[in-house]
């Protein structure tokens, strides 16, 4: 077992001097790999069955339970040894009503235990019901606004992603123990797994965290570092506060023996600090690899305005979990991104951009999470387009469109109703193509004014929003009807197919009159703006036009001999040329929807030979059911599948929202049904 080496202070690591290494670290680091991977692992799901869940874990209540939380006050002791967490959230509370509900719902996943409840200085009266604690008013003519749970416990792997505080070793495996970690991972609804908290994204609260570990370790969380000091022998008590709103899936804490140090940026606004937590044995990699921030914040300021919170830090910390995660004020980077080669920038460049989209502006509602993860993919986009020119804005979003989509996102799933919520590539490239193509619609200048707006507005920074305000601002900006050209995208799978031709005649002058005309052949046409070369002898005009209809036509008085017309040369618009492959599979219907008791028929088409499978997937994205159907062979005849109502193991499945997905070919094609008994 390698031994733990004591840190010095965290607040002494934290206002040191720089390390003047870095330089000599960049120096000594392999060039970096031109191109990155068409997808990256963004999450992490369990290997195994036996890790997931044994609860059903429902989403928590979206409705506003009659409270609002102003701010958390979290006192917690973490014990890396026995796994376990104690002490006590405080929550401070407004009404909406003007005076409390008779019973205050707090979400808490129930293996922990609940040691007290005190309501407006009294012993409050608990009753646990799943994961919400129903706590009863106290009596009296009115309560307060202050209510502390005392509570401790071995906090379980929640959700889809079997996440929430996870205790493990910084080493590949519990047999190279390298030294113990904690960490969070809270998204979409898991912050309730580690404490008591309203677990929604619609209500943020600023955060306090005093966080007691032992003193080996260094804790770090959100905001600024107010405190750090010895607590009792063997143990250290670090204190961080931000005075931001923050959503509960944007908190974080992490535990390990980091080696920490400092920067500063500077930004319009004055110098940032930047702070950096990594496990020491990949000190140089990161060193490496995360060199650029400064230059990032400088290119996310100028594209969506001033860093949001800028009266704190930008903290990048190492944590063992296959993704990245833009916890506020405090990013977190999985140790497989740290390689020392910059192979993972765009996913820095990711996170740091969600701080403008997701953290400033955050979703009203799990369903907008499109809006998180679609703007800062396309982020990645524009980063590459100022590092490389336009070859890197058209080689990014041909990667993450047809080239990881040959049947441009046909089949898999409604944007603004995804199945699952996470984890689902869906939003994040398809949404991503969808603010490209307004882009090209809008024109640059009136998109980048978009892009502020919808950051900067005091009506949506630091709250949330919705899908239906992002038409709205788009509509505010842009010169054509923003929901007419958005929501074939937003609301439907459904792909435009152009076709095109042209036609030239001589001029008097010596020029060419040429007529274009373009036809969509699907069944709805979409509003679309469409960039065309109109190629000459003399020269090439590029110019857009607008096809609002089945079929249109405009004509062009040119100069010199006509060569020939380019559609969309340079890729703005998610549109098939040509008939698109036919995926392996494709479900077509569900029937009856909702489904009864005896569950609902399901048929689906197969044009490759092959294995098939059924899955059901519930509203959280846990999986609960799976069917393997053997190998069926690729015919035009549809396939019908009975589902029984059931769990695949003959268990009848609660009421509720789920989507059945037929895989076959490395694909899947999805439904959502509604089960109701």
């Known amino acids: 077992m390698v031994p733990l080496h004591r840190p010095p202070s965290l607040l002494s690591a934290l206002l040191g001097a720089a390390f003047a290494a870095a330089a000599g670290a960049a120096a000594a680091a392999p060039e970096p790999a031109p191109e990155p991977p068409p997808d990256a692992a963004y999450w992490e799901r369990p290997r195994s069955p036996e890790l997931w869940p044994a609860n059903d874990e429902p989403p928590p209540r979206d409705d506003d339970r009659g409270y609002d939380v102003l701010h958390y006050d979290l006192d917690l002791r ?37 040691d007290e409840v005190v309501w407006d200085l009294q012993n409050a009266t608990l009753v646990r019901v799943g994961e919400e604690l129903r706590i009863a008013a106290p009596p009296g003519p009115a309560a307060g606004a202050v209510v502390r749970i005392g509570y401790h416990g071995e906090p379980q792997r929640h959700g889809a992603f079997a996440a929430g505080m996870l205790f493990r070793v910084q080493g590949d495996s519990p047999q190279v123990p390298i030294g113990p970690t904690i960490l969070t991972m809270s998204e979409p609804w898991s912050a309730h797994a580690w ?113 949001p919170f800028a009266d704190e830090r930008y903290g990048q910390v190492e944590f063992k979990w296959g993704g990245a995660m833009e916890h506020q004020t405090c990013t977190s980077l999985g140790s497989a991104l740290l390689r020392g080669d910059g192979h993972f920038r765009f996913l820095i460049l990711h996170e740091m951009a969600h ?20 703007f800062a993919t396309y982020c990645e986009a524009l980063w590459m387009e100022d590092e490389e020119g336009p070859a890197g804005l058209r080689r990014r979003m041909q990667t993450i469109g047809p080239g990881r989509h040959p049947s441009l996102f046909e089949g898999e799933g409604i944007l603004t109703d995804p199945e699952p919520v996470l984890p689902n590539v869906l939003i994040y490239h398809k949404g991503a193509w969808v603010l490209h193509m307004l882009r090209g619609a809008m024109g640059d200048a009136a998109f980048r004014g978009f892009l502020r707006d919808w950051a900067g507005s005091p009506q949506r920074a630091y709250g949330h929003a919705t899908t239906a305000d992002f038409v709205r601002v788009v509509g505010e900006h842009a010169s054509f009807d923003a929901a007419a050209f958005l929501e074939p995208w937003l609301d439907t799978d459904t792909v435009p197919y152009l076709s095109w031709s042209s036609s030239a005649v001589p001029t008097s002058a010596g020029g060419t009159r040429v007529t274009v005309a373009l036809r969509q052949l699907q069944r709805t046409p979409f509003h679309l703006a469409v960039p065309l070369r109109l190629l000459t002898s003399r020269a090439a005009q590029d110019t857009t036009v607008w096809l609002r209809a089945s079929q249109q036509s405009w004509t062009f008085d040119l100069p010199g001999e006509w060569k020939g017309l380019e559609v969309d040369p340079d890729g703005w618009v998610l549109a098939a040329r040509r008939p698109l492959p036919d995926p392996p599979v494709r479900l077509l219907n569900v029937h009856p929807d909702p489904a009864g008791p005896e569950g609902a028929t399901i048929s689906f088409r197969v044009s490759q030979s092959g294995p098939v499978a059924v899955e059901l997937v519930d509203a959280t994205g846990r999986r609960r059911g799976r069917w393997d159907l053997g190998t069926l062979a ?38 959502k049904v509604a089960l109701v008994r």
């Open 634 to 671: 690729a015919r035009d005849e549809p396939y019908p599948w009975r589902w029984r109502g059931d769990d695949g193991e003959g268990r009848p499945a609660a009421s509720g929202i789920y989507w059945l997905s037929v895989n076959a070919g490395g694909r899947r094609s999805v439904a």
């Open 78 to 114: 973490l014990d890396p040894i026995g796994r376990t967490v104690a002490g006590s959230v405080v929550m401070t509370l407004a009404f909406p009503a003007g005076h409390p509900p008779d019973t205050l719902v707090v979400d808490l996943d129930e293996p922990l235990v609940v």
């Open 195 to 307: 404490w008591p908290c309203k677990d929604h994204p619609a209500d943020k609260a600023t955060v306090r965290l005093a966080l007691t570990v032992p003193d080996t370790l260094t804790a770090v969380a959100n905001g600024l570092l107010t405190a750090d000091e010895p607590a009792e022998p063997g143990w250290r008590r670090t204190v961080w506060e931000t005075g931001y709103p923050t959503a509960t899936y944007l908190v974080a804490v992490h535990v390990a023996d980091y080696v920490s140090w400092q920067e500063s940026c500077e930004l319009a606004g004055g110098p940032l600090p930047l702070t950096f937590h990594v496990f020491p044995r990949h000190e140089a990699a990161a060193r490496y690899d995360l060199a650029p921030t400064c230059d990032m914040l400088r290119f996310l300021e100028d594209l969506a305005g001033p860093y």
């Open 355 to 374: 701080h403008w989209f997701g953290d400033l502006v955050t979703p009203s509602a799990w369903r907008d999470i499109w809006l998180n993860e679609g």
